[in-house]
């Protein structure tokens, strides 16, 4: 092969130059390529200018000889709880259908028996009908992840693996602690020095780690925290019974709660006493719900970055689909406030 005197061969461009000039993941530009109906119009002209820049040449032959693969990524579903305010699981899955579809995948979604955290899995795992799962019950004693760990399905998790902190998958998890230290902190600069905690049972490390958050604002300034928490059942009756308690035997001026089912509950016990929220009792939720957003007088609420959470989720799915795979890693994201009202 002959050259040009005084001029070094030049590389021919691939798929991840392509990726890295237009700014989208390696699968995007391959759907480009092979599947242009999955991308939107703008990402689609993205890629294909930056595909002429660059003189990118597909290889067709290693294209023809791809592995069979759905595009399809799994997602079990469940039924949302009779009294209860919390859309999350709502919000979650819009968003990440969105960022699948532009990563080229979509997004099947399966039921199962609500006493067995493991119906469905096997049927499509043992039909190759998804490429992938997202594992979002992350709770303590939840066999998803074990299960799917040990049969090698690849599997990307919305929450931390908070029995196994050594485990390899790659996860995406929203950092509670900090969020609930952000709205106790929100409520010590308004004044407010007897601030109550209404959270979760305490075997629930999601409601322990918010829990801490609270706990930490309230050591920061030496503020005493003995009396003014209660763990209970995640519904509005719970969260109206303890804050009924918590009103009569530690007489707090504000309220900050793991979830905004049990604010709507403290919500319901100053409406019973003529309190208003925000002028006589301050309350904050936590996941920023339909609810909080449209309840009289607005409920502050921790909001948590959904959207982000799935865009990283995603990412994680493009690892390990990848060839080679990339090796998964752990994501956590801090939340915002949303400040109404109630506080």
Request: glycine share 8%.
């Amino acid at each position: 092969m002959s050259r040009l005197p005084g001029r070094a061969p030049t590389a021919p461009p691939t798929l991840a130059d392509v990726a890295e000039r237009a700014g989208v993941s390696r699968q995007t530009v391959s759907n480009a390529v092979n599947n242009p109906d999955l991308l939107r119009a703008d990402t689609l002209e993205r890629v294909q200018l930056a595909i002429a820049e660059l003189g990118y040449l597909p290889n067709r032959a290693a294209r023809n000889l791809r592995t069979r693969a759905s595009h399809l990524v799994g997602l079990r579903i469940n039924a949302a709880q009779e009294g209860t305010a919390n859309a999350t699981m709502d919000r979650f899955v819009h968003s990440l259908v969105d960022a699948s579809r532009e990563a080229g995948y979509h997004v099947l979604l399966f039921t199962g028996d609500p006493l067995d955290p493991l119906t469905g899995y096997d049927d499509l795992l043992r039909s190759t009908a998804v490429d992938a799962f997202v594992v979002t019950d992350t709770y303590l004693g939840n066999p998803q992840a074990s299960w799917l760990r040990e049969r090698r399905a690849p599997f990307v998790a919305f929450g931390r693996p908070w029995d196994n902190p050594s485990a390899t998958h790659p996860w995406v998890d929203v950092d509670g602690a900090a969020g609930c230290e952000l709205a106790t902190q929100h409520l010590l600069e308004r004044g407010h020095r007897r601030i109550a905690w209404i959270g979760w049972r305490k075997d629930s490390w999601i409601g322990e780690d918010r829990r801490s958050g609270w706990h930490r604002a309230m050591k920061s300034r030496d503020l005493p925290t003995t009396g003014l928490a209660s763990r209970v059942e995640d519904t509005v009756a719970s969260g109206r019974g303890a804050s009924e308690v918590l009103l009569d035997e530690a007489q707090p001026s504000a309220f900050v709660c793991a979830s905004d089912t049990l604010a709507m509950g403290v919500l319901h016990t100053l409406a019973d006493r003529g309190l208003v929220a925000g002028r006589d009792i301050a309350v904050v939720g936590f996941d920023d719900s339909q609810v909080a957003q449209v309840v009289r007088p607005g409920l502050t609420s921790v909001r948590q970055p959904l959207e982000e959470v799935a865009m990283e989720v995603v990412k994680g799915l493009e690892g390990l689909l990848g060839h080679p795979p990339a090796p998964g890693r752990g994501v956590l994201l801090t939340p915002t406030l949303a400040m109404r009202g109630s506080s």
